[in-house]
C-alpha cells in the first residue's frame, strides 16, 4: 500500500507541474493530434474527481478516533487529488484545441484549475486539517461549493446558457407585430439567440464568431464573412447550416437544439434581399422576400417554430439520411417532429425519379420545395401521393392548370406556390376549391385582375396573393436574368438562351467575363451561339426599376480527351472526389458548393497531376476550372507551371503563370486559369500549382493557408 500511494503521490505531483506549466504557456503552446485526442476525453472523465473529491471531502466530516490512520481513506483522498488534476488538465489542452473563448470558458477553465489545486492541497495537508477542524470543515464547504459552481459553467459550455433553470423558465417567444419589427433586432437576431449564441455569445466565443449582437455578425469569424449579401448561396452561415449532421462543422452541432425550416428560410431570405439591419421590416418593399417570409413567420405561433402533433410515426432516420444528397434535403419541420421538410436543388439534374424516391416518406413529408425546376404536369402525379403534403412550392416550374388536376387528393394541402407558372384563372378556380386550402401565391402569371377579383370576392377564406403591379409609382430592383443554357463543357458549340420573368425587360451580356451595366454590353433579343470559352454575364434593366445584379455562367469548349490522368500528389481527404475523371466528365462545379464531388481541394501541399496520352500529341495550353470565394479561404493558386516531354523521366518546362488575386469584396465566381504555351508535341505534362501560403490579411488576422479547389482540366 505504502508503495502504492509513494508512486501516486509522485504522479499527483508531477501531473500538478505540468497543469501549472500549461496554465502559465497557455498562449505559447500548438498541441499535436494525439494530446488534441486526450484533450477530447476531459467530458468523459469529469465526472470522476466530482465523486471522489466529494467522498474525499466527507471523510473530514466522519468522527475518527484519536490517533487512527484508515490508509484506504487516505488512497481514495489521493485518487481524488490525482483524478481532479488529470482531468483539468484533460480541459486544458481541450480548450488549446477547441478554439473557443468568452468568459464562461474562463470561469469554467479557472474554476477547474482551482479545484484541482484545492484536492492537491486537501491530500497534501488533510492532518493539518483534522488538527483544526473548523478550519478544514469550512475548506471543504467552499471546495464543494466550487465544484457545483465549476460543473454549472462546464454545462452552460455544452448545452447553453442558463441550462440547469431552463426547464422552470417561461419558454414563451415574444413576438414583435410586423409593421413595428426591425429587420436584424426582431426578425433575425432572436434566431441567432435560439440556436446559436450557446457557443458564438459572450459568454462562450467559439471560432472567433460571436453572435450575440451586430458588430459580432458583421465581423465574422477565423473562417471569414458569415455571409455574402445578396449571395445566400455563397454564404458561409447558409454552407454550415445545410452539412450532414455528422459533419463537425454543421451549426448548430447535431448535439444542439436544430434550425427549423421556417428559420433557415428566414436566413436565407434575409442573406438573398441584401442582409439589411437596421431597417423596419415594413420599409422593405412589398414584394421583397424576406418581407414576405418574415411578416408570416413573425405573425406564426411561436415564431414559425412550433411543433405540431401528428398522427403518424417517425420515419427510420437512416431511411431519411440515405435520401439526402447534394440535390435533396429532407430535414424533420421541428425538433422532435415526425413531419419532414424537402427542398430539391439543381434544375439540371432535376428528374421525375427524384420524387419517386421520395414515395417511402408519403406519410410523412408536410412540405415540399420545387422552385425553379422543370417540374412538369406528370411529375404532380407523384406528389399528389403524398397524403399528408400541407405547403407546396412549384415557383417557375413548367406545370400548367390541366396538370394541377391531379393535386385533388391533397386533403391537408394549405398552401401553394405557383408564381411565374402557366397558371390560368380556370386552374386558379379548382385549386381554391381544395379542401384545406388557405394560401395561394400566383405572382407573375396570366391571371389577370378583373378574373382575380372575381374568385378572391366568391372565396373569402382563402388568401390569393397576386404579387406588385407595376403602376410606375415604386422604384424597386429587378431580379437578374434566367441563364436558361446549363452552364459547363460543349463540343462544338452552344446556343445561349437568357430570359427574364417580367415583361418589359432589356437584358444586356457580354461573354468575355466583363461586366455588362445598362448601356454596354450586347443587347439579347433572340438565342445566339458560343463556339469558344466564354463567361457570360447579364444583368436586367426596366425604365422605373433598379437594374438587376448580375447573373453569370461559364461554357468551355472541349478540348483533348487524355488516355490517363493521375495525382502527383493527393487532395485533402475530404475534398477528394470519388475519381479523378472529374477534371474530364465536362461538368463544371457549382463555387457555392465545393464538396459536392465535383472539386478536389488543397491547402497546404501543391496540387500535381501527370496527364498521359499514349500517342505523341500536339498541345498549346493548359486551362483549370477554379473556385474563387475569398470569404472562405478559396483563392486561386500562387502559380501554375507546366511541363511535357514524351515521358514523366524528361519533362521541360512549357511555362508558368501567376493569377491575379482577388480583392476584398469581390463576390465569389467561378475562375478560368489557362497557360498558353505555343504547339509542343509530347506525350506527358505535369501539371503543378502552389495554393496561396497565406491568405490576404483582410480575410483573417491569423493568415492561415489558402484553400485551392479544381473543377476540371481542359487540355487545347
Known amino acids: 500500500m505504502q508503495r502504492v500511494k509513494k508512486i501516486g503521490a509522485g504522479v499527483l ?331 430539391l436543388y439543381g434544375r439540371y439534374v432535376y428528374d421525375k425519379k427524384a420524387l419517386e424516391e421520395m414515395l417511402p416518406l408519403r406519410k410523412q413529408l408536410v412540405e415540399l420545395n420545387l422552385s425553379r425546376l422543370p417540374v412538369k404536369d406528370d411529375d404532380l402525379k407523384v406528389i399528389a401521393q403524398l397524403e399528408n403534403l400541407t405547403k407546396l412550392n412549384l415557383n417557375y416550374t413548367d406545370v400548367t392548370s390541366a396538370g394541377l388536376e391531379a393535386l385533388e387528393p391533397l386533403e391537408h394541402l394549405r398552401e401553394i406556390s405557383l408564381s411565374g407558372t402557366a397558371i390560368t384563372a380556370e386552374g386558379l378556380q379548382k385549386l381554391v376549391a381544395l379542401p384545406a386550402i388557405a394560401s395561394v401565391f400566383i405572382w407573375d402569371t396570366k391571371v389577370d385582375s378583373m378574373q382575380l377579383r372575381s374568385i378572391r370576392d366568391n372565396n373569402r377564406h382563402v388568401l390569393i396573393e397576386a404579387g406588385y403591379k407595376d403602376d410606375g409609382t415604386e422604384i424597386i430592383a429587378l431580379s437578374p436574368p434566367l441563364i436558361k443554357t446549363p452552364p459547363g463543357v460543349f463540343e462544338n458549340s452552344i446556343e445561349l438562351e437568357l430570359s427574364h420573368p417580367l415583361p418589359g425587360v432589356e437584358i444586356r451580356f457580354t461573354t468575355d467575363g466583363t461586366d455588362p451595366d445598362s448601356v454596354s454590353g450586347n443587347l439579347y433579343s433572340s438565342p445566339i451561339t458560343i463556339d469558344g470559352n466564354a463567361t457570360v454575364k447579364a444583368r436586367a434593366d426596366k425604365p422605373g426599376w433598379y437594374g438587376s445584379s448580375i447573373a453569370q455562367a461559364s461554357y468551355i469548349r472541349k478540348g483533348l480527351t487524355p488516355d490517363s490522368i493521375w495525382y502527383g500528389t493527393h487532395p485533402v481527404q475530404k475534398f477528394t472526389p470519388p475519381s479523378i475523371q472529374h477534371l474530364t466528365d465536362g461538368e463544371l462545379g457549382g463555387f457555392d458548393n465545393v464538396g459536392n464531388g465535383d472539386w478536389a481541394g488543397f491547402r497546404e501541399s501543391d496540387a500535381v497531376y501527370y496527364v498521359l496520352f499514349n500517342k505523341p500529341t500536339t498541345v498549346q495550353s493548359v486551362l483549370l476550372i477554379l473556385s474563387n470565394n475569398s470569404a472562405r479561404h478559396i483563392f486561386p493558386p500562387e502559380y501554375m507551371e507546366v511541363l511535357g516531354g514524351m515521358d514523366q523521366h524528361s519533362l521541360k518546362p512549357l511555362g508558368w503563370v501567376v493569377p491575379e488575386q482577388p480583392k476584398n469584396g469581390d463576390l465569389p465566381s467561378l475562375m478560368e486559369l489557362k497557360l498558353p504555351f505555343g504547339p509542343t508535341e509530347l506525350k506527358c505534362l505535369k501539371i503543378v500549382a502552389r495554393p496561396i501560403r497565406a491568405v490576404p490579411e483582410w480575410t483573417n488576422r491569423k493568415r492561415p493557408p489558402g484553400w485551392f479547389f479544381v473543377s476540371e482540366l481542359i487540355i487545347d
Not at 128 to 139: D, S
Not at 303 to 309: F, P, V
Open 13 to 343: 505531483f508531477g501531473s500538478m507541474i505540468f497543469l501549472l506549466f500549461l496554465v502559465t504557456f497557455e498562449v505559447l503552446i500548438t498541441i499535436p493530434g494525439w494530446l488534441a485526442v486526450a484533450g477530447r476525453m476531459h467530458p468523459m472523465l469529469l465526472h470522476f474527481p466530482i465523486v471522489l473529491l466529494l467522498l474525499s471531502f466527507f471523510t473530514l466530516w466522519v468522527p475518527v478516533s484519536k490517533g487512527e490512520d484508515n490508509e484506504w481513506l487516505d488512497l481514495l483522498r489521493l485518487m481524488a487529488a490525482l483524478s481532479a488534476s488529470v482531468t483539468a488538465i484533460l480541459g486544458m489542452l481541450l480548450s488549446l484545441e477547441d478554439g473557443r473563448s468568452g468568459t464562461m470558458l474562463l470561469w469554467h477553465k479557472w474554476g477547474g484549475v482551482g479545484i484541482a489545486i484545492l484536492g492537491f492541497l486537501f491530500y497534501a495537508y488533510y492532518s493539518f486539517c483534522r488538527k483544526y477542524l473548523p478550519a478544514g470543515r469550512a475548506f471543504t464547504l467552499a471546495g464543494t461549493v466550487g465544484i457545483f459552481l465549476t460543473g454549472h459553467w462546464g454545462a452552460n459550455l455544452t448545452h447553453g446558457e442558463d441550462y440547469v433553470l431552463a426547464p422552470i423558465r417561461s419558454k414563451e417567444i415574444k413576438m414583435v407585430a410586423p409593421e413595428e419589427a426591425f429587420v436584424f433586432a426582431d426578425v433575425i437576431q432572436p434566431i441567432l439567440h435560439r440556436k446559436c449564441v450557446s457557443c458564438h455569445g459572450t459568454s462562450s466565443v467559439k471560432g472567433d464568431l460571436l453572435l450575440d449582437n451586430l458588430s459580432g455578425v458583421l465581423q465574422g469569424g477565423k473562417s471569414g464573412p458569415l455571409y455574402v449579401p445578396g449571395q445566400a448561396a455563397a454564404s458561409l452561415l447558409i454552407e454550415r447550416i445545410h452539412l450532414p449532421m455528422e459533419d463537425e462543422k454543421r451549426m448548430p452541432p447535431a448535439s444542439k437544439p436544430q434550425l427549423t425550416p421556417a428559420e433557415e428560410a428566414i436566413l436565407y431570405s434575409w442573406i438573398q434581399s441584401g442582409a439589411v439591419t437596421d431597417k423596419k421590416l415594413f420599409d422593405l418593399a412589398e414584394t421583397d422576400s424576406f418581407r414576405i417570409a418574415a411578416t408570416e413567420f413573425l405573425q406564426a405561433p411561436s415564431g414559425g417554430s412550433a411543433t405540431l402533433a401528428y398522427a403518424f410515426e417517425a420515419m427510420d432516420e437512416k431511411k431519411v439520411a440515405a435520401l439526402n444528397n447534394n440535390y435533396r434535403t429532407i430535414v424533420p419541420l421541428g425538433k422532435g417532429s415526425p413531419a419532414l421538410a424537402a427542398s
